[in-house]
Nanobody, 126 residues
Framework: VQLQASGGGLVQPGGSLTLSCAAS????????TGWFRQAPGKEREFVAA????????RYADSVNYRFTISRDNAKNMVYLQMNSLRPEDTAVYYC????????????????????WGQGTQVTVSS
């Protein structure tokens, strides 16, 4: 499965963006999709994930209640709605997918994901 992340850009603090992750083919009914980000000079970190069978979600504490992950099965798309953006949200955002189902806590681990998108830049600045 090839993934294409898009929707990044420049936004002012407090603004919103929606990132999209498109899959090249219909994915399994099992497994999940995660979003990660990497800021300059920092390691890549978990942002959010959605488990496909039950759409259960998990968020990093730093984005909880500001970001929302969702999935459109018919379009093979996963979205990350980002509200109340802060300068510290500036990073390259990557989506990743796995065909296997885990407990929700496991979706924050990069090692479970098989396919990764190329990343999309999000810059939050005035």
């Amino acid at each position: 499965v090839q993934l294409q992340a898009s929707g990044g850009g420049l936004v002012q603090p407090g603004g919103s963006l929606t990132l999209s992750c498109a899959a090249s083919e219909r994915t399994s009914s099992y497994g999940g999709t995660g979003w990660f980000r990497q800021a300059p000079g920092k390691e890549r970190e978990f942002v959010a994930a959605i488990r496909w069978p039950d759409r259960h979600t998990r968020y990093a504490d730093s984005v909880n209640y500001r970001f929302t992950i969702s999935r459109d099965n018919a379009k093979n798309m996963v979205y990350l709605q980002m509200n109340s953006l802060r300068p510290e949200d500036t990073a390259v955002y990557y989506c990743a997918t796995t065909p296997r189902t885990y407990n929700t806590g496991s979706y924050s681990r990069e090692s479970i994901y098989d396919s990764w998108g190329q990343g999309t830049q999000v810059t939050v600045s005035s």
